[in-house]
């Protein structure tokens, strides 16, 4: 795989985890209704996908060194990733009960960052343990973070 498809799925990825994590996150605890979780992630799925896209289009179009083959490729391949990881929080929605599948949620991504984290460190030749302790320690900082939130706003505005 091309290093700028690489630098741009990993990037976009994560990005796609951290922010559908967290609104389903927020709103589940704030609201608790499946149906606006799931159209908030399909919200999420398209606009933030194609608002990234073409923000990284624009970008590597000012970089007089990107030729149009490679501008393409990043716009696509943060499109799909950011599109595709948002789409993926909806289908234990739709099986389980909304906690639970917010619960089956935070542990499957916790396992896909923490595969992307160690196919990182091997890259970078660092020791696996540190990089997903790193990045699985941010991660779980958002995770706490985002359900006081939701807690917050929810005895506060909600219900």
């Known amino acids: 795989m091309k290093q700028s498809l690489k630098t741009w799925l990993c990037f976009w990825v994560t990005s796609g985890i951290i922010t ?6 927020w709103l589940t605890f704030s609201s608790n209704m499946e149906m606006v979780v799931i159209w908030w992630i ?6 933030d996908s194609f608002s990234d ?4 289009h624009i970008s590597q179009e ?29 289908v234990p929605i739709l099986i389980w009960d909304l906690k639970l599948a917010v619960l ?15 196919y990182i460190a091997k ?10 302790l790193e990045h699985v320690g941010i991660w779980i900082i958002v995770v706490i973070l985002t359900y006081f939130v939701g807690i917050f ?5 909600g219900n």
């Open 20 to 25: 559908t994590l967290w609104l389903m996150v």
């Open 42 to 47: 399909l919200t999420i799925a398209i606009a």
């Open 104 to 118: 089956i949620n935070v542990i499957w991504w916790l396992i896909i960052l923490g595969i992307l984290s160690y």
């Open 153 to 157: 706003i929810s005895s506060r505005f």
């Open 123 to 132: 890259i970078q030749k660092e020791k696996a343990w540190n990089v997903i």
């Open 62 to 90: 000012s970089d007089k060194k990107n030729k149009a083959k490679s501008v393409r490729e990043s716009t696509l391949t943060t499109f799909v990733a950011k599109f595709v990881m948002a789409l993926t929080f909806v």
């Open 53 to 56: 896209a073409l923000g990284i």
